[in-house]
């Protein structure tokens, strides 16, 4: 029986991968794996395992990506690859943030900081200042994550990494939005957006046709909003990418409901809340119930607007996420008001 190589099925999946074919990519790493056993090629199961714990993240399994991440640390240390299992610990902070554990998640991003310093590594060290970057700004932190970001794009710029120059600037925008700084937001995600058509990159296109569509919404630009959120929609459901398709639900679903299209927003809310649900992502689930809680305040339901939105602040709470704490705060200060600000445009 012929012997299938580790090697060619793992440049086969990254191929996959790198044009955003996730499913297809996670199919040949896993053989990859079982091909790397079978051979006993331990270095060929742990790239593999690496690869298929970033790809299996992307399409928002984070639990399953945790495990995998988890195989690939103990497989590193057996066999003393310090920089794998520093990489492999990474990968789970990733899948901490985008569950909302931003706690776990700058823990373990900061030892990688520590060894990626330390070992001079600055393509690893611009990766983890942008990861950490992300789990400040689900923290609260808007400040901290602008400034993670310019450092990372910074040695991003050094190494000519477009990608991550890219990737930069759309955390920029997204912390500048939160900021208030609506400016910086298009700014931003426009120059993203350019930089990553460029580079014909399937996420990060759709990624910044959101925050271009978000940028609008913040300015009242409903109509190009819609526009560009439904853009951003086309591009995740080709890549099969529900973590931010899910976000980009909710800002469609915000942006009919403050043009009164009720019916609209509430699929998209429906929507939205059901893909939080199946990634597990609490901080997507209070911007849900804050938008299910105006939605009843605009039809008269006080109390069960106020009982809603008291949920959601104590979700937010719980998740430790200071902006949408402040955001709930500010939905129950306006369904008490007796001036009717409501539906409001959260950022």
């Known amino acids: 029986m012929k012997t299938i190589d580790p090697y060619s099925l793992f440049e086969r999946a990254e191929k996959k991968r790198f044009s955003s074919h996730f499913k297809e990519a996670i199919a040949l790493y896993k053989k990859a794996i079982t091909a790397a056993k079978k051979i006993k090629d331990p270095e060929a199961e742990l790239i593999s395992l690496l690869a298929l714990g970033g790809s299996v993240r992307i399409t928002g399994n984070f639990k399953e990506a945790v495990k995998?991440?988890?195989?690939?640390?103990?497989?590193?240390?057996?066999?003393?690859?310090?920089?794998?299992?520093?990489?492999?610990?990474?990968?789970?902070?990733?899948?901490?943030?985008?569950?909302?554990?931003?706690?776990?998640?700058i823990k373990n991003f900061n030892k990688a900081i520590t060894f990626y310093s330390?070992?001079?590594?600055?393509?690893?060290?611009?990766?983890?200042?942008?990861?950490?970057?992300?789990?400040?700004?689900?923290?609260?932190?808007a400040k901290g994550a602008v400034t993670d970001?310019?450092?990372a794009k910074k040695i991003f710029t050094a190494l000519n990494d477009l990608p991550g120059i890219g990737y930069c600037l759309t955390g920029l925008?997204?912390?500048s939005r939160v900021l208030g700084r609506?400016?910086?937001?298009?700014?931003?995600?426009?120059?993203?957006?350019?930089?990553?058509?460029?580079?014909?990159?399937?996420?990060?296109?759709?990624?910044?046709?959101?925050?271009?569509g978000n940028a609008f919404r913040m300015r009242g630009d409903f109509k190009n909003a819609l526009k560009?959120?439904?853009?951003?929609?086309?591009?995740?459901?080709?890549?099969?990418?529900i973590v931010s398709y899910a976000y980009t639900c909710w800002a469609r679903g915000?942006?009919?409901?403050?043009?009164?299209?009720?019916?609209?927003?509430?699929?998209?809310?429906?929507?939205?809340?059901?893909?939080?649900?199946?990634?597990?992502?609490?901080?997507?689930?209070?911007?849900?119930k804050l938008s299910e809680a105006q939605a009843m305040a605009v039809k008269g339901k006080n109390k069960?607007?106020?009982?809603?939105?008291?949920?959601?602040?104590?979700?937010?709470?719980?998740?430790?996420?200071?902006?949408?704490?402040?955001?709930?705060?500010?939905?129950?200060?306006?369904?008490?008001?007796?001036?009717?600000?409501?539906?409001?445009?959260?950022?």
Do not use: M
């Open 173 to 175: 925008g997204g912390s």
């Open 118 to 141: 330390s070992t001079k590594d600055r393509t690893g060290l611009a990766f983890t200042l942008w990861s950490r970057a992300g789990a400040k700004r689900i923290k609260g932190d």
């Open 149 to 151: 970001f310019k450092a």
């Open 228 to 241: 560009f959120f439904n853009k951003a929609e086309r591009g995740y459901a080709k890549i099969g990418d």
């Open 304 to 347: 069960e607007a106020l009982l809603i939105a008291s949920q959601a602040e104590k979700d937010a709470k719980k998740g430790g996420f200071g902006i949408e704490l402040r955001y709930a705060k500010e939905v129950r200060k306006a369904i008490k008001s007796d001036v009717n600000k409501l539906p409001l445009n959260l950022p």
């Open 182 to 212: 609506t400016h910086l937001t298009e700014k931003y995600y426009n120059e993203a957006n350019v930089l990553l058509r460029d580079l014909k990159d399937a996420f990060g296109i759709s990624y910044s046709y959101c925050g271009i």
């Open 68 to 105: 995998v991440y988890s195989k690939a640390v103990a497989l590193a240390k057996q066999l003393k690859l310090k920089e794998e299992e520093v990489d492999a610990t990474v990968g789970i902070g990733l899948c901490n943030r985008a569950q909302g554990e931003h706690i776990g998640a």
């Open 254 to 288: 915000t942006t009919y409901q403050l043009l009164g299209e009720s019916a609209l927003a509430r699929k998209d809310f429906k929507r939205a809340e059901k893909l939080f649900k199946k990634t597990g992502d609490l901080r997507g689930l209070t911007y849900c």
